[in-house]
């Protein structure tokens, strides 16, 4: 209640007070004490996926090590949303100071032609290239065909019997989807995409009847794959997963087409380039520490690397495939 | 009376979401359900429930004091004293200008300022109001910046300070 | 593989330290509104990274365990859920802690022991049949399974069903903001990139509860609870007898809630719903369920914390994981080699078991670390309102904050929370829009999805046996409150 009025505002007033000179002083001696060189404050990874998915788990493994090795400070920061939007435009519109570092996905190159954010590859300078997971084609264990010609003759034959599922309408394993049956001269129409929210859901409904293919990594459907309950026809990749080396590539089978998710790391466009190599030569030593590989090869990750200027090409030959893909499959307006 | 609100409310949301539907397909590609279709099912029943709750609002009020209770429209406000809902008021406002403010001075400075006042405006003393709020602060950034790494807001100017 | 072995690896000191460590984490996860179980095992797999593998994965385990009984503290006592898993009971948990805060919460406890130990028990001796089992639905039964629990929403509605229709229907229409799930649409966002995800599930859930119940204590600032009850009050007074009154509920809860768990993409909220709503509907007192029903109580906290242990079901037999905490625990497991799938049973028998052993261990050490909390916790009712509203609602923005680091969701839970308030003045039924949000997306994806892959053939809903199973449970739910008045009408 208001029984001592005078007192109590001015009493108010006069601790406000206190706070905010000792916070202007404090700001103040922070801001002239601050050392000029790279990096003077925490570096902050943004992702734009979940904590505890693949792509933060792989992200705070980074963190964690370019910590250790280096001493800098490292922050992870999950800005979920939008299919991956929310994160990706808060990573292109950082300061460009070299503070903030994204951890940039596969959908980077879907996001212009889905029509879901103005944000591509354009709005980055890569640091490095640090991932790729190949899509497989993954059918009920006792599904009839022998092998992925057999699946795609049959799917050419009978167009829209089959269904298949994996991620949400345009994502990574759709797109999988489509350059598989177009490479082989089937109309990609001919195998409809059932959306579904990840490749667990997928697998489990795969399992259970509800859909006849799944077109997710290798890794994703192992333990599966080894309950008998599913098998791997064949994997988009250029040479076989040493986890699963009974799969055969689609190029063996004289499909050439090859298609995966990848993730790497980004900073925003305008970035100073000597930053860019600090970051570059202190992350190139992170993904080549035997603690990393041991991380990726028991996660089932599959590793990769490019440097700077072979990733840059590597987003944009990526974003133009994803362009004409999509157009094919009617998916941009 | 409660219940005619209600339906109204209820009527209204229907007809918004119907027309904010008015754009989005109902069907897809070869007859598929679209993006509009359960909407435009909850906005119809929606409006079902509203007229409803409306019509049965009308048939009590006809059957016990007679149309005088419509006089008793400001139910919803007389039911609190004058004085609680300027506390109810004053605690919002002072809430919204906490949310306003964290971006431009930080989460923990914001939070401390706004603790204080908010006891103090409802008749903590002074200087109990400041030792709780500075030991709340403490705590927090122990509990969450320190231990669970929440990343909490930086004020816009930056600092290593005053996250 | 024998349990002898698998009992020395589980009675490891440094094991046991994990566990105790992560259990009293857990209980301030839980009782802190908006850090949840989920999250604090996404903070805590790093740290597992470099640890014993059993002691990694324990951790989780009892981290999870002690939060979602946690996460009813702050229900029964400020009437707040912790975690969504808390979400269903809280009304009722609240009324009840107006009256008797600590023996509610030893009752609760009790409850949420023997609902894990019952998973536990389930998991450790049927996990593959169950597994086998859950592996059949497919998005025909979820669509129906979550079309039963969205009519539970109904139920769940006290006094009025239309007002519970139309709590649904808010519920839904919130939840449909967004990009939409099937194709990808982006509808009532009004432009807004914030809005694209749509409104986040645990903003909006701190705020419909908390923000409502802030604003009317103060508005009351100077008000206090009774702290002469609190004195005489001892945390397992109520216990003994709650256990047999309710022994039937316990069961059937804490079946229910292995069942939901071992389903994937089911978790802990969802089962204390459905549990709470099959409690209701099968209940003698109907009546006084949203009032203060301590078997309403019972039933969804012995279901959620069963359904953490049914979780690993599927996750342990086919690496397909049964909640969002196991979604996590999985990348855990996968860093230390352990493969899920039938081989991790035979390959590594005994320290299969071992977690199974300690999955007892954590819910037999709840009862002594959650007594503890209780203790401590009930303190907080002695704190007068114009110092603990302020407090709370720093850590309820902090909260919201915290999900998706975004102070646009600290708006949405006060936005959200203010319309709560006026929801609830006009009567209509916080907990089934809170329902509806969470299952609505789930009714509306599965729905199309399977009308999708049949080709637009409505038959595909009921062309599986356990689909038309759960058809007739749906529809039976419906039917069951006309059935009950004509017998009623006819006996008097």
């Given at each position: 209640?208001?029984?001592?009025?005078?007192?109590?505002?001015?009493?108010?007033?006069?601790?406000?007070?206190?706070?905010?000179?000792?916070?202007?002083?404090?700001?103040?001696?922070?801001?002239?004490?601050?050392p000029p060189k790279f990096p003077t404050k925490p570096i902050t990874f943004i992702v734009s996926w979940a904590a505890g998915g693949g792509t933060d788990r792989t992200a705070r493994m980074i963190a964690a090590l370019l910590e250790n090795m280096t001493g800098w400070k490292t922050v992870v920061e999950n800005r979920v949303g939008g299919g991956g939007t929310i994160g990706h435009l808060a990573m292109a519109t950082a300061p460009p100071d070299g503070h903030t570092i994204g951890v940039i996905t596969f959908e980077l190159s879907t996001f212009v032609w889905m029509g879901l954010a103005n944000v591509s590859y354009k709005d980055f300078k890569p640091i490095l290239l640090y991932n790729k997971d190949a899509a497989a084609i993954i059918v009920r264990a006792d599904a009839p065909?022998?092998?992925?010609?057999?699946?795609?003759?049959?799917?050419?034959?009978?167009?829209?019997?089959?269904?298949?599922?994996?991620?949400?309408?345009?994502?990574?394993?759709?797109?999988?989807?489509?350059?598989?049956?177009?490479?082989?001269?089937?109309?990609?129409?001919?195998?409809?995409?059932?959306?579904?929210?990840?490749?667990?859901?997928?697998?489990?409904?795969l399992i259970a009847g509800g859909v006849d293919i799944c077109t997710c990594s290798l890794p994703e459907a192992g333990p599966l794959i080894e309950a008998g309950k599913v098998k791997a026809l064949a994997v988009m990749d250029d040479k076989r997963n040493p986890a699963f080396p009974n799969v055969p590539t689609l190029k063996e089978l004289g499909i050439n087409w090859s298609f995966g998710t990848w993730r790497g790391l980004a900073v925003p466009k305008g970035t100073p380039d000597d930053i860019v190599k600090i970051l570059h030569d202190a992350l190139k030593k992170v993904i080549d520490s035997p603690q990393w590989k041991e991380f990726m090869d028991k996660n089932g990750f599959g590793m990769a690397y490019l440097p700077p200027d072979e990733f840059a090409k590597f987003l944009e030959n990526d974003f133009k495939t994803v362009g004409e893909l999509l157009k094919a499959a009617g998916y941009v307006q | 009376m409660k219940d005619f609100i209600a339906g109204v409310t209820a009527l209204a949301l229907g007809v918004f979401f119907i027309f904010l539907c008015r754009d989005i397909p109902l069907l897809v590609a070869r007859g598929y359900p679209g993006p509009s279709f359960f909407p435009l099912i909850l906005s119809v029943v929606s409006i079902i429930c509203g007229v409803i709750l409306m019509i049965k609002s009308i048939i009590r009020l006809r059957g016990s004091k007679g149309f005088t209770s419509v006089l008793r429209i400001t139910y919803l406000i007389r039911r609190f004293k004058d004085r609680e809902v300027l506390n109810a008021v004053r605690f919002i406002v002072m809430t919204v200008a906490y949310i306003v403010l964290i971006p431009y001075l930080g989460f923990l400075l914001t939070s401390l300022i706004y603790m204080l006042l908010v006891q103090v405006v409802y008749g903590v003393s002074t200087f109990k109001a400041l030792g709780i709020s500075v030991s709340m602060v403490f705590f927090i950034y122990i509990l969450f910046i320190g231990i669970l790494k929440v990343v909490v807001p930086e004020p816009i100017l930056g600092s290593i300070v005053f996250r | 593989m024998s349990l002898y072995d698998a009992l020395q690896l589980a009675l490891q000191p440094n094991v046991i330290f994990a566990v105790i460590i992560a259990e009293f984490f857990g209980v301030f996860i839980g009782a802190m509104p908006g850090l949840t179980a989920t999250m604090a095992t996404a903070l805590l797999v790093p740290f597992t990274y470099f640890m014993d593998p059993l002691a990694g994965i324990s951790m989780i385990i009892a981290m999870a365990t002690v939060a979602i009984f946690s996460g009813d503290i702050p229900?029964?006592?400020?009437?707040?859920?912790?975690?969504?898993?808390?979400?269903?009971?809280?009304?009722?948990?609240?009324?009840?802690?107006?009256?008797?805060?600590?023996?509610?919460l030893g009752v609760d406890l009790v409850c949420s022991a023997l609902g894990g130990l019952t998973g536990s028990l389930i998991l450790?001796?049927?996990?593959?049949?169950?597994?086998?089992?859950?592996?059949?639905?497919?998005?025909?039964?979820?669509?129906?399974?979550?079309?039963?629990?969205?009519?539970?929403?109904?139920?769940i509605s006290a006094e009025e069903p239309i007002k519970g229709v139309l709590g649904v229907v808010i519920g839904f229409l919130i939840a449909s903001i967004g990009i939409e799930p099937v194709y990808g649409y982006v509808r009532f966002t009004f432009g807004s990139v914030e809005l694209l995800n749509g409104i986040s599930f645990i903003p909006a859930m701190i705020g419909f509860f908390a923000i409502p119940e802030l604003l009317r204590q103060i508005s009351r600032p100077h008000e206090r609870y009774s702290i002469q009850l609190l004195k005489g009050e001892k945390v397992f007074d109520l216990v003994v007898v709650a256990l047999k009154k309710f022994k039937t509920v316990i069961v059937r809860s804490a079946l229910i809630g292995t069942f939901i768990g071992a389903l994937p993409g089911a978790g802990a909220d969802i089962a204390a719903w459905t549990s709470y709503g099959v409690a209701k509907r099968v209940s003698k007192k109907p009546e006084e369920y949203g009032k203060g029903s301590l078997e309403g109580v019972v039933a969804a906290t012995t279901a959620n914390n069963a359904a953490i242990s049914g979780a690993w079901i599927p996750t342990l037999v086919f690496g397909i994981p049964g909640d969002s905490i196991t979604a996590i625990a999985l990348g855990a497991l996968m860093a230390h080699g352990l493969r899920p799938g039938p081989m991790l049973f035979e390959r590594y028998g005994s320290l299969i078991t071992a977690f199974f052993i300690i999955f007892i261990i954590a819910n037999l050490l709840m009862i002594l670390i959650g007594y503890l909390a209780i203790k401590l916790s009930t303190n907080i009712l002695r704190v007068p309102r114009n110092i603990l509203?302020?407090?709370?609602a720093v850590f309820c923005v902090i909260g919201a904050y915290?999900?998706?680091?975004?102070?646009?969701?600290?708006?949405?839970?006060?936005?959200?929370?203010?319309?709560?308030?006026?929801?609830?003045?006009?009567?209509?039924?916080?907990?089934?829009?809170?329902?509806?949000?969470?299952?609505?997306?789930?009714?509306?994806?599965?729905?199309?999805?399977?009308?999708?892959?049949?080709?637009?053939?409505?038959?595909?809903?009921?062309?599986r046996p356990i689909a038309i199973g759960l058809a007739i449970l749906t529809?039976?739910?419906?039917?069951?409150p006309f059935i009950r008045v004509r017998r009623i009408r006819r006996s008097t």
């Open positions: 209640m208001f029984t001592s009025g005078i007192s109590k505002t001015t009493s108010i007033i006069i601790a406000i007070l206190i706070v905010a000179v000792v916070v202007g002083g404090l700001y103040y001696y922070s801001t002239v004490t601050a065909w022998k092998d992925a010609i057999e699946l795609t003759n049959y799917i050419k034959a009978n167009p829209g019997k089959l269904k298949a599922s994996g991620t949400a309408k345009g994502g990574v394993w759709d797109i999988a989807r489509i350059g598989w049956l177009k490479t082989a001269g089937v109309d990609p129409n001919a195998l409809p995409w059932v959306p579904s929210t990840g490749a667990a859901p997928c697998l489990q409904d | - | 229900a029964v006592l400020l009437k707040i859920p912790g975690t969504p898993a808390s979400a269903a009971q809280t009304i009722d948990a609240y009324q009840l802690g107006r009256r008797k805060p600590a023996s509610t450790m001796f049927s996990a593959p049949a169950l597994a086998e089992f859950t592996s059949n639905f497919s998005t025909v039964e979820y669509f129906w399974l979550t079309l039963w629990g969205l009519s539970m929403a109904i139920v509203v302020p407090v709370i915290a999900v998706n680091n975004s102070i646009f969701d600290v708006w949405v839970m006060l936005v959200l929370g203010i319309l709560g308030y006026f929801m609830g003045r006009l009567g209509i039924p916080i907990p089934s829009v809170v329902l509806a949000i969470i299952l609505g997306p789930m009714v509306e994806f599965n729905f199309i999805t399977s009308l999708i892959k049949s080709d637009l053939n409505p038959i595909v809903f009921v062309s529809i039976f739910t419906w039917v069951l």
